[in-house]
Every structure is written in C-alpha cells, then in structure tokens.
Nanobody
Framework: QVQLVESGGGLVQAGGSLRLSCAASGSIVGINAMGWYRQAPGKRRESVAAVTGVGSTNYADSVKDRFTISRDNAKNTVYLQMNSLRPEDTAVYFC????????????????WGQGTQVTVSS
C-alpha cells in the first residue's frame, strides 16, 4: 500500500504565501503523476495542479501564475508553493499520486492523502 501525508496548511492573510508538502511512502515501485486537489465547503473537489513523472505541469486557470507545483522524485514528495493567496483559495487541499506497488508492479492506481486545511482571511 501507499500512504500520502500532507503538511504545511494553515491560516494566512490574503496576499500571503504557504507551501504544502506531500510525502508518499510504502511499498512503492513507481510513481507517475502527482497532483493537488482542493475542496471548499459545499463544493466539489477540483484539480489545482499536477506534475508528471518527467516534470510536465498543468494548473487550474484560477491558480495560474500564483501557484507552483514541483516534485522531488528521490523523496517521493510533491510540493505546492502558493503565493498571492485569496479568500477563495480557502479549502481542504488533498494530494494524489498514481503509483504502482510491489504487489502489483504494472498496475498504477491513484492514492490520496488525508487533506490539509488552508484558510485565507480577508
């Protein structure tokens, strides 16, 4: 199995910055894409940013030019640098990883972290 543990959430004023981290551990053989999602109260979970195994990235339009996703493959860790935060960025942020394990080396499935709260005050 694969465990994802997020950290770095918290309370910040509008215009501020936060950096989220998500470390994957377990019987990992390989990880393809890693990404961040968020879910605000009463809303559906949405994709925020993703990075492939070779470093290609994509972002939701609402966070382009403010958020930056990166990963450290040696540490199986993905990061989300969030700048110029806005109240509408308030949500629980989840990381996800498409990984294969020693039990199923050729099958990749998506694993999820438990989420970390980000609150942006106006």
């Amino acid at each position: 199995q694969v465990q994802l543990v997020e950290s770095g959430g918290g309370l910040v004023q509008a215009g501020g910055s936060l950096r989220l981290s998500c470390a994957a551990s377990g019987s990992i053989v390989g990880i393809n894409a890693m990404g961040w999602y968020r879910q605000a109260p009463g809303k559906r979970r949405e994709s925020v940013a993703a990075v492939t195994g070779v470093g290609s990235t994509n972002y939701a339009d609402s966070v382009k030019d403010r958020f930056t996703i990166s990963r450290d493959n040696a540490k199986n860790t993905v990061y989300l640098q969030m700048n110029s935060l806005r109240p509408e960025d308030t949500a629980v942020y989840f990381c996800a990883a498409d990984a294969s394990t020693s039990n199923s080396r050729t099958v990749y499935r998506r694993y999820w972290g438990q989420g970390t709260q980000v609150t942006v005050s106006s």
